[in-house]
């Protein structure tokens, strides 16, 4: 997790860059001048206390990545400039907690009187914790392929990992017992994103989806992303049922206990406790 106080900034104005970007071949092939703004949100206090370079972000370096960056791509849309280069330079520095990018286009072919056109954006990463069970086959070797799936993406970050527990199924109880546990990670994945990659990997376990609640090798929810409260026609956040689920309560307590739930406004460790007795499912310990 980075940070709370990862909201300092570095700030790099103007710099000019001679690249190949635009929807017209002939701004391909020619070229021409854009400019760039960053801001580079970070946390900078103990670069400060002891002057040194080491626990900060080099900005000298930050100028020469985007320079040859947007010299080795070429893109058509401003939107795509700015939307990939901001994930690599989040993914280069890893100091880096979020970016906003500025991509200015002065000479656009655009045939009346104007100064500037120019593309911004804000984009960081994010923390979110997930759930992860199964109650199919070697339980533990699908759970390790998920934590593994995870961290071989290239835009996630585990960051923690609980203990596993084995629990008695939730909601339809004729079937074999679960082992479950909770991950934290940090993403660049925005919601509806991290669903679809988790969807790819819970498909390439071979999960099907016939039985709500039902036997499954592979299930992994997102409980929390950042304090975000969303909804939408595949998900909702924070994860509806968390708070009656002690399989999910138990280990997501040992990696964030005072983390507290934006709409209940109580804290993991608050939820769990409070949990009544027949709400449990844990029946022991994993190791």
């Keep these: 997790m980075y940070s709370e106080f990862a909201n300092d900034k570095i700030c790099i104005e103007m710099l000019e860059v001679f690249a190949h970007h ?153 079937q074999e017992y679960f082992l479950n546990g909770v991950l934290e990670i940090d993403t660049l994945l925005e919601p509806e994103e991290l669903l679809d990659a988790i969807h790819d990997m819970e498909d390439a376990a071979g999960r099907t989806r016939v039985r709500r609640w039902g036997p499954r090798t592979l299930d992994i929810d997102i409980i929390f992303y950042d304090k975000l409260i969303y909804e939408s026609e595949n998900m909702a956040i924070p994860h509806v049922d968390m708070q009656n689920r002690d399989f999910v309560l138990e280990p997501l307590s040992t990696l964030a206990p005072y983390y507290r739930h934006p709409v209940l406004g109580k804290t993991v460790m608050q939820m769990f406790q409070e949990l009544p007795p027949e709400k449990r499912t844990k029946t022991e310990l994993m190791d």
């Design 22 to 174: 635009g929807v017209l071949a002939e701004e391909q092939e020619k070229g021409q001048i854009f400019q760039v703004n960053a801001v580079l949100y970070t946390d900078v206090h103990r670069a400060g206390l002891e002057d040194n370079l080491f626990y900060s972000i080099d900005y000298g370096q930050i100028c020469q990545f985007i320079t040859n960056w947007m010299q080795e791509n070429t893109y058509q849309l401003l939107e795509a400039v700015a939307e990939k280069m901001s994930k690599a330079l989040l993914l280069k520095y890893d100091r880096l907690a979020a970016v906003e990018l500025e991509i200015r286009k002065p000479q656009a072919p655009i045939p009346f009187p104007f100064g500037c056109v120019s593309v911004k954006i804000h984009r960081r990463w994010h923390t979110a914790y997930l759930a992860v069970g199964s109650n199919m086959g070697d339980r533990v070797h699908y759970i390790s392929g998920a934590i593994r799936a995870l961290s071989s993406h290239p835009q996630i970050k585990v960051v923690k990992v609980s203990d596993l527990i084995q629990s008695k199924p939730y909601g339809v109880t004729d």
